[in-house]
C-alpha cells in the first residue's frame, strides 16, 4: 500500500451564523491523511472534532480554505469517504440484510447482486446468522456493527467514524474495537484510511496511528503525535502510558500565571471566558483526591480513579485552575493551597471559598451586576440568554447559563426558580431588606 496523500484539509476555517450570531467553531485547520493510515482526532467537547469530520465527508462547507481529496477540492459530499455515527441510525422497519442492501442500492448494485454482497459484509463484520434480525432484536454492540457493514457497502477510501463506541457499554464498545482492529489490521476491509474523532485518549492510542490534539475556543489542532506501538498494544505496558500522559499533558496544557483570570464579561471586548460545564461535585471529589495522595500527580491516572471519561476530566481540571484549585504542567496535575483548603473545609467554609473565587470570573460577575441592576434583584432567564446569543450558538448559550446557575447555587450568590424561569440574587449578596 503506497503512502499516498488522500485528503489535504488547507487552512480551513468555519463560521456558523451571520451578522451578530457569529461562532468560529474551527480556525485555520492545515490536515493530511494518506493511504494506510488510522488517524484519530482527540480533544475535549466542544473543540470542533465533529464539524471538522463533517466538512472532510463534505456535508457542510468550510467558511474559508479547501478540503482536497486526492488533489480535487471537496465541493459536495464526498463519494470516496462515508461515516459512522455514535448512533445507530438503522431503519427499524429494515431487517438486518435489507439495512445493509439499501446502501448498496444507493450505490446503483443491480438488484440480483445486492443480497450475496449484503451477507458478505453481514460475515465481514462477524453477523453471520442475523441476517433477518430487525434492529429491536440486537444488542447496542450487534446494530452498531450492522451499521459498519453499511458503510463499507459503499467501498469507502475513507472510512469516518464519529465517536462510534460512545453509545455503548464498556465490555461491548471494547469487543467491537478489537474486531475492528482486527479487520483493519489484516487488510480485509476495503477502506485505504480511517479518521475517528474520539474523546477517549485510551481508545485513539489503542487504536491509531497518528494522534490529532485538537484545543478550542476556536477549534484548533494544538498537537500531533505519531504512535509507532506494534499492534496489539499493551495498556499496561509503560510506553503505552508513557504515551497517555503526554497527550493528557496536550490537552490540559498548562496553567499559566494569568490563566485563573484571562477573558472578559459578555459585551466585553476580547473573548469572553465560557465556563467549563463541570459540577462542584465532581471538583471536590477530585481535590479530595489529589489532597490524598502526592502531587503533583498523573493527570492519565485519573480518569479511571475517579470514574470519569476525558470530557468529564479536562472539564473539571479546568474549573479547577479556573478558581485557583489546581495548576496543571507536563501531563501532571497539583493542588494549590487554596485547592488544599477547599478539601479539607467543612460544608459551609467550602461554600465561602469557593463563592469568593467564582464571583471573580467574567460571565457570574456579569450575571450578578445585572441583577443587581434590576427590579427585585431578578430577571427573566430568557433575558440572558438573549444578551449570549451574539456570542454563543443557542446550545453553548444554554449551557452557560445551566453553569452560571449551577455554580451560584451552591455558592448562594445566585438563585433560581425553575416554576417562571427567573434568575435573583442570592441572599448571601442580597442588600439588607430586600
Known sequence: MTNEVLLRVENVTRIFGRGDRKFTAVEGINLEIRTGEFVALLGPSGCGKSTLLRMITGLIAPTSGVVYYRGRPVRSVNPYATMVFQTFALFPWLTVRDNVSLALEARGVPTAERQPQAEKLIDLVGMDGFESAYPRELSGGMRQKVGFARALAVEPELLCLDEPFSALDVLSAEALRGELMELWNSGVLPTRAILMVSHNIDEALF???????????????????????????????????????????????????????????????????????????????????????????????????????????????????????????????????????????????????????????????????????????????????????????????TRQLDTVIDWGRYAELLDYDDRNETLRLGEAVTPPGV
Do not use: C
Open 207 to 397: 487504536m491509531a496511528d497518528r494522534i490529532v490534539v485538537m484545543g478550542k475556543e476556536p477549534g484548533h489542532i494544538a498537537a500531533v503525535f505519531p504512535i509507532d506501538l506494534p499492534h496489539p498494544r499493551n495498556r499496561k505496558a509503560p510506553a503505552f502510558e508513557a504515551f497517555i500522559d503526554r497527550i493528557y499533558g496536550a490537552i490540559a496544557g498548562r496553567t499559566e500565571p494569568e490563566a485563573k483570570e484571562i477573558g472578559t464579561a459578555p459585551g466585553v471586548a476580547g473573548i469572553t471566558r465560557i465556563l467549563p460545564p463541570s459540577s462542584v461535585e465532581a471538583l471536590a471529589g477530585m481535590l479530595e483526591h489529589l489532597n490524598a495522595n502526592r502531587s503533583p500527580y498523573d493527570i492519565y491516572k485519573l480518569d479511571t480513579e475517579l470514574g470519569l471519561d476525558m470530557a468529564d476530566l479536562v472539564r473539571t481540571i479546568e474549573m479547577s485552575e479556573m478558581l485557583g484549585f489546581a495548576k496543571v504542567g507536563s501531563g501532571d496535575i497539583e493542588i494549590t493551597p487554596l485547592g488544599q483548603a477547599f478539601a479539607e473545609a467543612s460544608i459551609l467554609a467550602r461554600k465561602e471559598i469557593f463563592a469568593g473565587r467564582a464571583k471573580r470570573l467574567p460571565m457570574v460577575d456579569w450575571t450578578m451586576q445585572m441583577l443587581r441592576a434590576a427590579p427585585d434583584y431578578r430577571l427573566p432567564w430568557r433575558v440572558f440568554y438573549t444578551a449570549l446569543l451574539p456570542e454563543f450558538p443557542d446550545d453553548v448559550a
